[in-house]
């Protein structure tokens, strides 16, 4: 049977698009200064931890997001980390700086680990984190599946990394790869709610792009991206050099939500894609349109 979109709800957009989280990378400190005034004082920025970046880059980012008025969420990427003295290398020059409270923990993209860590949820096991200052822990979330993982390891993955994290009494968020459809996301939650995992939820949301760049990030995560699921999203595989922001998306799944009665604590995570004033700026008209 078909999912029916419910009636836009004007206050069900709002509640979701507020507290929205953002992402950068280490090369994007010049965007972030551009972009500050526009973002509102005390939003959640993740660092990303690219291969081609070094700790130096990673930190100063970081520390740039938090001398901003931000929250900085550095990303720890396990397959990347060379060895346990890297890791807490990493993790005492986020404290020195004062950006260790909240980070996001993910496996990588390296097909072989680089050292001792081959999933984030090793990283969390080392019990490194909280001697290091960190209060919050990210891990991800897979509303369409990964790739590479089956999805009843991503599932078991997901409930022993909040285990872990709840009894080394470390608050959690679950952070998704953007999605283009709303119904895999209403599912993926209900199913996340059932297994008895309440942690806040962010919906990995694209921010306003190029539509062809759109399309190649998600072929390249293996997201679904037909030509049904890019139409619900609202824009059109004919006019590929055109761009595309995440109205009609937000707007169905605030609607969708408001009827969820397992929805409770759902925020949006936007993937800039380098457009950190882009997404910002599109976040607040978004917010002034539904705002009487």
Not at 81 to 91: A, M, T, V
Not at 216 to 245: C, P
């Amino acid at each position: 049977m078909a999912q029916t979109t419910p009636a836009p709800d004007p206050q069900a957009a709002l509640d979701l698009v507020a507290d929205y989280s953002l992402e950068m990378t280490g090369k994007d400190v010049p965007g972030l200064e551009e972009a500050a005034a526009v973002i509102p004082q005390g939003t959640r920025i993740n660092v990303t931890f690219l291969g081609n970046e070094d700790l130096e880059m990673r930190v100063a980012a970081s520390k740039a997001v938090l001398d901003h008025g931000f929250v900085p969420v550095p990303h720890i990427s396990a397959r990347r980390l060379g060895s346990r003295g890297q890791l807490e290398e990493f993790l005492l020059r986020l404290q020195e700086v004062g950006a260790s409270e909240h980070v996001f923990v993910v496996g990588g993209d390296p097909s072989e680990p680089e050292g001792p860590y081959a999933s984030s949820f090793d990283v969390i096991h080392t019990g490194l984190l909280r001697d290091f200052g960190v209060r919050e822990v990210s891990i991800a979330g897979y509303p369409e599946g990964h790739p590479d993982i089956p999805t009843d390891a991503l599932w078991k993955h997901l409930e022993d990394k909040s285990g872990v994290l709840k009894e080394q009494g470390l608050d959690a968020v679950i952070l998704t790869q953007f999605a283009f459809d709303t119904g895999p996301v209403l599912a993926w939650i209900r199913d996340v709610r059932s297994r008895g995992v309440d942690t806040q939820i962010r919906i990995g949301t694209p921010g306003p792009a190029g539509i062809k760049r759109l399309l190649g990030f998600a072929r390249r995560f293996g997201i679904g991206a037909n030509a049904i699921i890019v139409k619900k999203y609202g824009f059109s595989l004919t006019n590929l050099m055109g761009t595309a922001g995440p109205d009609t998306f937000v707007s169905d799944l605030a609607a969708l939500l408001a009827a969820e009665p397992s929805s409770e604590d759902v925020k949006l995570h936007m993937y800039t894609f380098g457009g950190l004033k882009a997404t910002a700026q599109w976040a607040r008209e978004f917010t002034a349109a539904r705002t009487s």
